[in-house]
């Protein structure tokens, strides 16, 4: 059986058999769960290892028909970006699983919910990625919400309803827009040797549309996309659903789903409508800077501790975004690279600021201080988590969010100008809950918090790794990113920019 | 004569049955004018019959009669009932269900 | 080049210890600052064996690289994990190595009461690795690991005692101004990267000889702002007095002795393309300039021990920017002075550390006085430090300081002369603000409480101020017989041919540097041996006193152009996001609901208005297709 | 002049005439068989000659003919969906009729009168609502595939007839239930004597009353173009009026709501399937070649329909009435499907009119099942919390509500993408956007119920679902089941549509 089909079919499996667990043993259905997703894990690893780097081409291929009337086929394949991603949401998945082991109690439905619809989750956000299919794509895309959605309001704090109907409304009109233009581009093929969905010989055909056309298809696209990302100004769902999920979903929201967005326009955006991309490219540039500066100053200006990492997000998202659009191979990989990293530096940010909140019983930033004398391993997780979210060298995010500066740098260095002073605004964005939350002296309310367990550690342990190994070593990643993103930039007829002074010349 | 002028006759009476329907309050008449305006259908298909100098339009004005006796049946019943639960045959008091 | 396999190991024990020493936590409390000491010296034993393996070579062949593995590699840009010690970068190991494990021992001591010794070293052992990868990065963008690597080390270190707020603040100020010159060093490298095509510093050496001026200028500018932030000059130089808040020996090690002088080793590690960049270069000058009376005029005011000693370090290393900033007749002096002060610097550092130490952490000079009585060996180490510094022959600051001031005369023109007086008026000042705080603490007549019990210092903490006060007597004398250090120097920061015209001789340049110290010396002792100190600092001072107490109002500056506006700004946002951003979200919603029920009207259960609709609706539809077809 | 006796093909007349006989029996069994066993037995009745008539209609479905009656009715494959839809709705609505709590114990008593009281206690039941139901069904099956006016306009007050008085049956809120019932007759009435009027000027355009004699001389082009005009504007009025497209929508929020619930459903899934059978005959085949008459008008009603559809259904506070918005914005879809007039226009209306059928069969289904002491409870605001009283049911009601806001995995979902890309492959780009917009704007009002169901607190006002009954339990089964196979494997049914939807013409 197909490498990918097995990824995604595990999850499922689990959750059956989860459903026939007597809701009363939710011990057996934490370890049940966590159990499907280290499989998955794992599997997940063998594929990645499996993966042949050198070869550009989509691998692990599987297709099937699915509706043969419409020319839909169940395909699946990885390229170098996929695989990565990949990765990362299953890697992710049992450390959410594991660390937010007591999260799903105090929920509006037992545990055994909570628990299946995360498994079904994970099935989404391996397909959302393996899909080589735009309607199984989209299938997933859309299908993905409701888990979430159920997962916000059914799980979350606080204002919990209102802000998963206004996360499912957002993404359900861009996903809208994005049908729109998926019929359209489905007629044009339809018109241009017979229907179909599948994205290499949808590539091909921006050469039969005209440039209005493809325009307003790509903005269906990176509508969609953009709202997911999220891109400003379409971010304000984000903080809401950030403050309101409970920390492991929020960790698959921001690590896993929003690179949907961001994942999206290479595999999509750019392939599908190349001549559009280029149209666009200066007003998604300015969105990207905007984003990143927006998002930095209402991070610093968060009293809320989950809004804040949200708000850090739109701010890193900013970054991706542009990457991508810079269009040179260190904008591409960078921006690939990031993903996978601000994947995990979230993971950190959020899954200690869960417990932080768990032990204190508030989010608010001012309830906590002087933490890093009550609960030492915790404010020094967090300290970790926050170092790498302002890409300290040294740490994987430096090495992502540097090749994207640079790789815009050498394309739009206004751009890239403006976006480095995003790295001093980072420095305030963590450093001020960094001070106010594990600094001074300790408040009342913080005396006997206690330190992370053995469970919490084990959770963050992996997580704390790979941020730093990656940061000395990515080199693992970036030899299966780069000739992806190579042939992405080829395929868009871009080549990067010759150094204006080399010595060559 | 220009059998055309039983057209306009015809729409004549269509239009009354109509404005009748919208401005009268009794079930009754309400229901008496849908009668007119189906016979000024019916009268238009006379007269195309006419001009067109086939059977078919008489036919179908045979079907409509019997049909509009049935509707007369069906719908007496339900305003007969309505009156008869609501002491009144204004169609404007039969408003509880709006917005 | 010649390759080599062991530097690595340079870095590696220090980080070996500082990870050891945090994962193993409290179980390592024991012995864990003992581990880091002697990491620390290990490291330093490398790099003398480094220094008898190079001296052993041939001079073109002294340079040697270490390539680990390929760090970044995407497209052209190709960024190795590789390490390069030639003669520049040993003196750096030696001095942190060397300096730095006086200082661990230092602390073993100064720092045997508080609960989180082990921790104190484990950073102090990832300040010595990181500063190790600054200054033996073989490119830019491995420096820049570094030169993050100590700004984060010095943040930790500043914040040691973070439960005190100030001293939070200070560490997250000291984090934020360095991060605003590290963008001036990612704006470098993104420069190089896009004109050069390369961040190598061999690369961008060899591609300096083509590229324009423009780009090269540009690259320099971006430099020197990386290096105002690292070494506190002007106009990035806020935050070195805050970070005083560090224990001691971190201001010794980090803010007086290695960290602060960062900047300039990047300046004449890049002298290539500041000697092709004149513009970057005068700025350079400038900045030295500017900032070594900054630091000057500001070391006149403090009266907390700490707080001038940190004045007089921004001062002396607006020394070496400035002679780093004369090109190849400077770097070398720069390079010296930056040695020398790195021993008497370090060494008066650790002198307060004593003094306060005995004083139970008073760092006001007017509770001090006459000090020399109760602690004589801080006394003799301190003293001869102050004759150091104020540069008195034959001690070592008067040959680095000395050779400075004469290169700035001999600059030429105009610039020659301003820049030579600056300097020469800088000496004075110096002399005059550092025989102040020796007159304070330890000559004068005493101001403490009777609850105070001064006392000498262990043999821990007085044994490397020793070796460090010789060093600051010794190291003057050795680097200059026979141009020793220039001449080691040359193969990197390039030869530099004696100019036969020069405006002032050696010997006319020293007469008045002495002359000024001589000024400088004799106002101080006027003003505070000969005449009574009050306890309390006097408030009816002059305005420029009051101004110089407050940093020459480099904070209200910074708050008034940065900060507020920065604040409000970030208030402006958040409201904006909620009020416009989301607030347009929210009103297509209700805009959809509105509608909603304004539509819901048409229902109003009368059937004869249904009835109308039809009709109506009948009307509209004929008279539309009529439209339509007609 | 002399007279040929007229053939008729019985064996394509079979499922209308078994039906009719059906019918019949049921009035015989009115008329003579004791009370007490007249339930059972019309039951039997009504579903054995639904059933059987289905067996026949498949026994035909590959016939094709013209003069299956003499030219009046013309069958063919598109004739056959239509008709297989309808009686497979018109099944598993008897199901939900044949629970009597829906209907009241003696018509013709006076709501609150002794009559009805003694009645309720006599523990009198309608049995009547079956033959009618039956006669109803025989209308709806002859609608679609009559091919002269005179059978179009028979049959079109066959299903109207039976429907008027159905609507009067409640057994609680009978005042509200009469009232339905008297505007929709006397709507019903008023449109179809505009219907009348139409076919009169379409008599008088063509000199022909069969579709194939309006067809020629359409093409022909000879006759007046005023008579059609008239002709085409008043028919389309009339049929516009059954599916309840804006403008000639307003009866059906009030009869919806007023109506039995079964019946309502019966109504709304059933009726829709014949009218717009009808509506795509007369268009596709007789209308076709004057479409640069009617296109454009009908465009726009298309576009207002749905916008206004979905607008009105957000402000709504009872279920049925929202539902009945909610069919008024389907129409609009389905007008878009219409317009398309293309082979692909074809399957895209059909396989949505079963897919939706179904799902608001089962959606009204579940409505029932809401109840406290005085029947039904369809105030919105009284199914918070339903999610936690019967998970079951409340995630039954929430997939047809996905299914409506047209989200992947579910039949909604695919009917909507092949409706608007066969509107679009057709050329009606606002058809599209105007589509989608609504669709954002209908997913508004979906996920609200969902966010009253699962995410508010219940409130204690006896507000209960009822055990459902075998009969109504299969409904609700069947109709779920369908809708969510038919989202995730609808090939086999598209396949089926594609290989018979075709009209004769």
Redesign the interface.
């Known amino acids: 059986m197909n490498a990918l089909t097995t990824m995604m079919a595990l999850p499922l499996i689990g959750s059956l058999l989860i459903a026939i667990i007597p809701s009363e043993q939710v011990l057996r259905i934490k370890q049940a769960t966590f159990i499907t997703t280290l499989l998955v894990a794992i599997s997940g690893v063998l594929t990645w290892i499996k993966f042949d780097s050198a070869n550009t081409a989509l691998q692990f291929v599987e297709s099937a028909k699915w509706i043969p009337s419409f020319g839909i086929n169940y395909a699946v394949g990885v390229d170098g970006l996929a695989i990565v991603l990949i990765l990362m949401s299953v890697l992710l998945a049992p450390i959410v699983v594991l660390a937010g082991w007591n999260e799903s109690e105090g929920g509006r439905w037992s545990p055994k919910v909570f628990y299946i619809l995360i498994l079904v989750l994970e099935t989404m956000m391996i397909g959302v990625f393996a899909a080589t299919d735009l309607f199984l794509f989209y299938v997933f895309f859309e299908a993905m919400l409701i888990p979430v959605y159920f997962l916000i309001g059914g799980f979350g704090s606080g204002e919990r309803a209102a802000a998963a109907v206004k996360f499912l409304l957002y993404s359900l009109f861009g996903g809208l827009l994005m049908l729109a233009s998926i019929i359209g581009l489905y007629v044009i093929s339809g018109a241009n040797g017979g229907h179909t969905f599948d994205i290499t010989r949808l590539s091909e055909l921006h050469t039969y549309m005209s440039s209005t056309t493809q325009n307003l298809l790509f903005l269906g696209f990176f509508i969609a996309f953009a709202i997911k990302a999220p891109v400003w100004p379409l971010h304000t769902w984000l903080p809401d659903a950030a403050a309101a999920a409970t920390p492991g979903t929020s960790v698959l929201l921001l690590g896993v789903l929003d690179k949907v967005g961001t994942f999206g326009m290479i595999r999509f955006c750019l392939a599908l409508f190349p001549d559009a991309s280029k149209t666009f490219t200066p007003l998604i540039l300015v969105l990207s800077v905007i984003s990143i500066i927006y998002g930095a100053f209402l991070a610093i200006g968060a009293r809320d501790i989950k809004r804040l990492i949200a708000y850090t997000s739109i701010s890193h998202f900013g970054f991706i975004t542009m990457g991508i659009f810079a269009m040179t191979s260190q904008g591409m990989s960078g921006a690939t690279l990031y993903m996978f990293n601000h994947g995990f530096s979230t993971a950190a940010l959020f899954l200690v600021a869960g417990w932080m909140i768990s032990r204190r019983g508030s989010s608010t930033i001012a309830d906590f201080g002087g933490l890093q004398r009550v609960t030492p391993i915790m404010a020094w997780s967090f300290f970790i988590a926050g170092m790498s979210s302002l890409a300290l060298p040294g740490l994987s995010s430096f090495v992502s969010e540097f090749l994207v500066l640079v790789g815009t740098y050498t394309r739009y260095p206004v751009a890239a100008v403006i976006a480095t002073f995003g790295i001093v605004l980072a420095a305030l964005y963590i450093l001020i809950p960094v001070q106010k939350a594990l600094h001074g002296p300790t408040t009342p309310g913080n005396e006997n918090l206690s330190d992370l367990n053995l469970r919490e550690k084990i959770a963050i342990a992996p997580v704390v790794a790979i941020i730093v190994a990656l940061g000395f070593y990515p080199s693992p990643l970036l030899n299966v990113i780069n000739p992806a993103s190579a042939h992405v930039l080829e395929v868009q007829g871009f080549t990067d920019p010759v150094p204006s002074e080399s010595a060559g010349k | 004569m220009n059998p055309f002028n039983y ?1 306009y006759v ?1 729409g004549l009476l ?1 239009t009354i ?3 009748g ?5 009794n ?1 009754i008449v ?2 008496m004018c ?1 009668e007119l ?2 016979n ?3 009268l ?2 006379v ?3 006419r ?4 059977l ?2 008489q ?2 004005a045979f ?2 009669m019997v ?1 509009a006796a ?2 007369v049946v ?2 007496l ?3 007969v ?2 009156y ?3 002491r009144s045959a204004s ?2 008091d ?6 | 080049m010649v390759t080599s396999t062991s530097l690595v190991y340079l870095i590696a024990l220090p980080l070996f210890g500082s990870a050891i020493l945090l994962l193993a936590g409290r179980r390592s409390d024991k012995w864990g600052h003992l581990l880091a000491t002697a990491l620390s010296a290990s490291s330093f034993g490398v790099g003398l064996y480094q220094l008898s393996q190079m001296l052993a070579r041939p001079t073109e062949e002294r340079a040697i690289t270490q390539k680990l593995f390929s760090w970044i590699n995407v497209g052209t840009f190709n960024v190795d994990a590789g390490l390069l010690l030639d003669q520049l970068s040993i003196c750096f190991v030696l001095l942190i190595t060397g300096v730095g494990t006086l200082i661990h021992i230092y602390s073993i001591s100064y720092m045997s009461h508080d609960e989180n010794r082990r921790r104190f070293f484990a950073f102090l052992n990832l300040f010595i690795a990181a500063m190790l990868l600054l200054v033996l990065g073989d490119s830019y963008l491995n420096l820049y690991v570094g030169w993050e690597g100590v700004g984060l080390a010095s943040y930790l270190l500043i914040g040691f005692w973070n439960q005190k707020p100030a001293y939070a603040t200070a560490s997250k100020k000291a984090f934020v101004m360095n991060r605003v010159g590290d963008m001036g060093l990612s704006f470098a490298i993104m420069i190089a990267f896009a004109t050069l095509g390369t961040v190598s510093f061999s690369g961008v050496q060899e591609a300096s000889h083509t590229a324009s001026k423009a780009a090269l200028t540009g690259i320099g500018i971006m430099l020197l702002v990386a290096a105002t932030g690292k070494s506190a000059q002007f106009p990035l130089q806020a935050w070195l007095g805050d970070a005083m808040a560090g224990p001691t020996p971190v201001s010794a090690l980090i803010h007086a002795a290695t960290m602060v002088t960062a900047g300039v080793y990047l300046i004449v590690r890049s002298n290539f393309i500041f000697d092709a960049a004149p513009t970057a270069q005068l700025l350079v000058v400038i900045v030295g300039a500017i900032t070594l009376m900054f630091g000057a005029l500001v070391g006149t005011a403090k009266d907390d021990i700490k707080k001038a000693l940190a004045a007089s370090t921004m001062s002396q290393i607006g020394y070496m920017v400035l002679g780093a900033g004369l090109g190849p007749a400077g770097y070398a002096f720069a390079i010296m002075h930056l040695l020398t002060h790195g021993f008497f610097k370090a060494g008066m550092f650790l002198g307060a550390g004593s003094v306060m130490h005995g004083m139970n952490d008073q760092v006001d000079m007017r509770r001090y006085g006459a000090l020399r009585k109760f602690m004589p060996i801080t006394f003799a180490t301190f003293g001869l430090g102050y004759l150091a510094i104020i540069g008195v022959p034959p001690f070592a600051g008067f040959y680095s300081k000395d050779a400075i001031i004469e290169t700035a005369f001999n600059a030429g023109g105009v610039k020659g002369i301003l820049l030579g007086s600056t300097a020469l008026l800088g000496a004075a000042i110096t002399a005059f603000y550092m025989t102040r705080v020796m007159v304070l603490t330890f000559t004068s007549k005493e101001r403490w409480e009777d609850d105070q019990h001064p006392h000498e210092s262990p043999l821990l903490m007085w044994l490397p101020m020793a070796i460090l006060a010789i060093g600051s007597v010794t190291t003057g004398f050795l680097f200059t017989r026979g141009h020793a250090l220039v001449n080691w120097l040359a193969p990197v920061v390039g030869e530099h041919a004696e100019d036969e015209k020069v405006l002032l001789q050696p010997v006319v340049v020293s007469a008045l540097a002495l002359l000024a110290v001589v000024i400088g010396v004799a106002i101080a002792i006027r003003k505070y041996q000969l005449s009574d100190v009050e306890k309390v600092a006097p408030q009816n001072v002059s305005f420029f006193t009051r101004i110089a107490r407050k940093d020459l109002m480099q904070d209200s500056f910074n708050e008034a152009v940065f900060m507020k506006p920065g604040q409000t700004l970030t208030a402006l946002l958040v409201q904006g996001d909620e009020k416009v951003v989301d607030g347009a979200v929210r009103g297509v919603g209700t805009m959809a609901l509105g509608a909603g029920s304004a539509l819901r009207k048409t229902q109003t259960g009368f059937a004869r208005s249904y009835a109308a609709l039809i009709l109506i609706g009948a009307i509209v539809l004929i008279a539309g297709i009529w439209v339509v077809t007609q | 002049m002399t007279f040929e006796a007229p053939v008729l093909h019985y064996s394509i007349l079979a499922p209308i005439l078994i039906v009719l006989g059906g019918a019949l029996v049921g009035v015989l069994i009115e008329a003579f068989a004791p009370r007490a066993s007249r339930r059972s037995s019309q039951l039997f009745v009504t579903v054995a000659s639904l059933v059987i008539a289905l067996a026949a209609l498949l026994r035909v479905r590959n016939q094709v003919s013209v003069s299956a009656a003499m030219g009046s009715v013309s069958f063919d494959g598109a004739g056959f969906l239509l008709q297989a839809s309808i009686l497979i709705i018109a099944i598993l609505s008897v199901f939900l009729i044949a629970d009597q709590e829906n209907f009241t114990a003696l018509a013709a008593a006076v709501p609150g009168s002794e009559e009805e009281r003694h009645s309720l206690q006599a523990d009198l039941r309608v049995t009547e609502v079956y033959p009618l139901t039956l006669f109803a069904v025989a209308g709806m099956l002859l609608f679609p595939i009559s091919s002269d006016l005179i059978t179009l306009f028979v049959a079109l007050e066959m299903l109207s007839l039976p429907l008027y008085l159905m609507a009067g049956l409640s057994r609680r809120r009978r005042l509200m239930s009469q009232e339905s019932a008297l505007k929709y007759f006397l709507l019903g009435a008023f449109s179809s004597a505009f219907f009348l009027f139409g076919i009169a000027y379409l008599y008088g355009y063509s000199a022909s009353i069969t579709f194939s004699g309006i067809q020629a001389s359409i093409v022909g082009g000879s006759g007046n173009d005023v008579f059609l005009l008239l002709g085409i504007a008043f028919i389309s009025v009339g049929l516009l009026f059954k599916v309840g497209a804006v403008p000639f929508h307003a009866w059906t929020p009030d009869v919806y709501q007023g109506a039995p619930t079964a019946v309502t459903g019966f109504m709304a899934a059933a009726t829709k399937v014949a009218a717009f059978g009808a509506i795509l005959r007369i268009y596709y085949v007789t209308f076709a070649n004057a479409q640069w008459q009617w296109k454009p008008a009908l465009v726009l009603i298309a576009i207002i329909t749905m916008v206004f559809g979905s607008v009105v259904a957000i402000s709504q506070r009872d279920v049925k009435r929202m539902l009945a918005y909610s069919s008024i914005a389907h129409a609009g879809f389905l007008l878009s499907g219409v317009i398309a007039l293309s082979k692909s226009g074809l399957e895209a209306s059909i396989f949505y009119l079963f897919a939706y059928g179904i799902a608001t069969l089962g959606a009204f289904a579940v409505v029932t099942l809401i109840r406290d002491s005085a029947g039904e409870v369809t105030d919105l605001n009284r199914w918070s919390g339903l999610g936690k009283r019967s998970p079951l049911t409340a995630s039954v009601f929430a997939l047809f509500l996905l299914a409506f806001a047209g989200i992947p995995l579910t039949s909604g979902f695919i009917g909507k993408f092949s409706i608007f890309s066969a509107a679009y492959e057709s050329g009606n780009t606002s058809l599209l956007i105007a589509g989608v917009l609504s669709s954002a704007i209908a997913a508004f009002f979906y996920i609200r119920v969902i966010v009253l169901m699962f995410f508010k607190d219940s409130v204690e006002d006896g507000t209960s679902v009822v055990i459902p009954s075998a009969l109504t339990t299969t409904t609700i089964a069947i109709t779920s089941a369908v809708t969510l196979i038919l989202g995730i494997y609808p090939a086999p049914l598209i396949n089926f549509i594609a290989t018979f939807a075709t009209f004769v013409r």
């Open positions: 057209l015809a269509f049955g109509a404005v329907v919208v401005v009268r309050r079930a309400v229901f849908v305006m189906l000024a259908a019916n238009t298909l007269t195309f019959a001009i067109n100098g086939n078919d339009g036919v179908v079907f409509t049909v049935c509707e069906v719908g019943a339900i305003i009932t309505i008869r639960s609501r169609i404007d039969a408003s509880l269900l709006k917005r």
